[in-house]
């Protein structure tokens, strides 16, 4: 199994540009979700899906959209980035059926520049 | 709402010598899980070890174990023997039902491991 997968791993853009992050897993997790990394803010839920069409807000989903087609991508779109977006992004997933007692599984992280 | 606490935003230990990780968790529900993962200077978020909120023995994963204390709403990650490749970012985190289960992390603890 390759995990959770996540491209590209290294991204700039520059102000207003818009962008798609990929995520993908190949464990059939019905969870997935995003979030993004700042120095000294921990991790914090951009925005989760609970199974094929099915999406929520986290805690930061401004200027974020994703949507999920199928159970394995979760795509993260950047409608008009800004550098506020500056940001390490990572997704994960997990299996549904043990609800708040399962893990999440992490892919690599995407390290994203807004110029 | 969820909320997690990781008062130590850095901590020395010496090479073989354990060190606790303090973490601090708030939620009206009676079912959840806690996490604790470890994020290395290489970026990728590896899960260490989880305890459930109805488990009666505290977790232990080799050198890992979490200190569940329930009523005080804690749940401190201790390292055993520390080596050189402890060295890294922790975070604590939890799922709750009240929270749609979604994973909240605390800010981070950095542990340095020196030789």
């Known amino acids: 199994n390759a995990g959770v997968t996540q491209t590209p791993k290294f991204q700039v853009l520059k102000t207003g540009q818009s962008m798609t992050l990929q995520c993908a897993q190949d464990?059939?997790?019905?969870?997935m979700s995003w979030y993004r990394q700042d120095p000294g803010m921990g991790l914090r839920l951009i925005h989760y899906?609970?199974?094929?069409?099915?999406?929520d807000q986290g805690e930061v989903p401004n200027g974020y959209n994703v949507s999920r087609s199928t159970t394995e991508d979760f795509p993260l779109r950047l409608l008009s980035a800004a550098p506020s977006q500056t940001s390490v992004y990572f997704c994960?997933?997990?299996?549904?059926?043990?609800?708040?007692?399962?893990?999440?599984?992490f892919g690599p992280g995407t390290r994203l520049t807004v110029l | 709402a969820q909320k997690i606490t990781q008062t130590q935003p850095g901590m020395f230990v010496q090479e073989k010598e354990a060190v606790t990780l303090d973490c601090t968790y708030d939620?009206?529900?009676?079912?959840?899980?806690l996490f604790w993962y470890k994020q290395p200077s290489s970026g990728e978020m590896i899960f260490l070890i989880y305890?459930?909120?109805?488990?009666?023995q505290n977790a232990t994963e080799g050198r890992y174990s979490l200190n569940f204390q329930k009523a005080r709403k804690s749940a401190n990650l201790v390292i055993s023997a520390s080596q050189l490749g402890d060295s890294a970012m922790y975070f604590c985190?939890?799922?709750?039902?009240?929270?749609?289960?979604?994973?909240?992390f605390g800010k981070g603890t950095k542990l340095t491991v020196n030789p």
């Open positions: 994960a997933s997990s299996y549904s059926g043990g609800g708040v007692y399962n893990e999440q599984f």
């Open positions: 464990m059939n997790h019905e969870y």
């Open positions: 899906s609970v199974g094929a069409g099915i999406t």
């Open positions: 939620t009206s529900d009676q079912s959840y899980g």
């Open positions: 305890q459930g909120s109805y488990d009666e």
């Open positions: 985190a939890m799922r709750d039902r009240g929270g749609s289960e979604k994973l909240v």
